[in-house]
T-cell receptor, first 114, second 112 residues
Framework: NAGVMQNPRHLVRRRGQEARLRCSPV?????VYWYRQLPEEGLKFMVY????????ESGMPKERFSAEFPKEGPSILRIQQVVRGDSAAYFC????????????FGSGTQLSVL | GEDVEQSLFLSVREGDSSVINCTYT??????LYWYKQEPGAGLQLLTY?????DMKQDQRLTVLLNKKDKHLSLRIADTQTGDSAIYFC????????????FGTGTKLQVIP
C-alpha cells in the first residue's frame, strides 16, 4: 500500500542548473499539491493540480517555476536556473477527490543549491 | 491576516502534558488538522476536528476548538520522548477545493 512517493530525496544543484522533482501520488488519487518548506519555516502552498490541469498556482513564483501532472506518470515540479534561495524542502501531497479529503504527504525532496 | 500562527518552541518533561496552541484566520474553515513532522521526514496527520465540534479526543491526544476566538489547541497527555517533533496546525479554507494553509510549526522538545 504505497503512499506518496517523492524522488529524489536529496537533490544538489549548482546555481543556474535545472531541478526536476517528481511525485507519484497514492494510487487512485487524482489531486496533487506541492508545498515548500524553507529552513525554520512552515509549509507554504505552491500549486494544486488535477490530472492534466493546473487548478491553483497562486503560490508559485512567477518565473522559473512550473508544475505538471500528466495523464500518465508522476507530477513534476520544475525549477529552472536555480538560485541559492530555492534551497528548501519540497513536499508533495495527494488526495482522492472532493473538497473535504485529507491530504497524504510524501517524505519530501531536499533541494540544495550550491 | 493570512497567517496561521503558532508559538515556535515548547519544552516539557517526559510524563507531563504538552499543550500546543494555534490561532487560525478563516472563520469559514471546515476542518482543522494537526500534523507531526519528525526530523528529515514528511508530515504525518495526527488528528483533525470538524469546525462544528469543540472537542475531540483520540487516545493521548485532545483537540480543543474555540471558533469564536479562532483558537485551536492540541494536548498530548503523558508526553514521551518519541513525541519530540515539530507540530503543525492547518486550516482547510473552503475555496472549492482542499486549500490547506499551515501554521509556522511548534517544535516540541521532551526532556527525559
Amino acid at each position: 500500500n504505497a503512499g506518496v512517493m517523492q524522488n529524489p530525496r536529496h537533490l544538489v544543484r549548482r546555481r543556474g542548473q535545472e531541478a526536476r522533482l517528481r511525485c507519484s501520488p497514492v494510487k487512485g488519487h487524482s489531486h496533487v499539491y506541492w508545498y515548500r518548506q524553507l529552513p525554520e519555516e512552515g509549509l507554504k502552498f505552491m500549486v494544486y493540480l488535477q490530472k492534466e490541469n493546473i487548478i491553483d498556482e497562486s503560490g508559485m513564483p512567477k518565473e522559473r517555476f512550473s508544475a505538471e501532472f500528466p495523464k500518465e506518470g508522476p507530477s513534476i515540479l520544475r525549477i529552472q536556473q536555480v538560485v541559492r534561495g530555492d534551497s528548501a524542502a519540497y513536499f508533495c501531497a495527494s488526495s482522492p477527490a472532493g473538497a473535504n479529503e485529507k491530504l497524504f504527504f510524501g517524505s519530501g525532496t531536499q533541494l540544495s543549491v550550491l | 491576516g493570512e497567517d496561521v500562527e503558532q508559538s515556535l518552541f515548547l519544552s516539557v518533561r517526559e510524563g507531563d502534558s504538552s499543550v500546543i496552541n494555534c490561532t487560525y484566520t478563516d472563520s469559514s474553515s471546515t476542518y482543522l488538522y494537526w500534523y507531526k513532522q519528525e526530523p528529515g521526514a514528511g508530515l504525518q496527520l495526527l488528528t483533525y476536528i470538524f469546525s462544528n465540534m469543540d472537542m475531540k479526543q483520540d487516545q493521548r491526544l485532545t483537540v480543543l476548538l474555540n471558533k469564536k476566538d479562532k483558537h485551536l489547541s492540541l494536548r498530548i497527555a503523558d508526553t514521551q520522548t518519541g513525541d519530540s517533533a515539530i507540530y503543525f496546525c492547518a486550516e482547510v479554507r473552503p475555496r472549492g477545493y482542499q486549500k490547506v494553509t499551515f501554521g509556522t510549526g511548534t517544535k516540541l522538545q521532551v526532556i527525559p
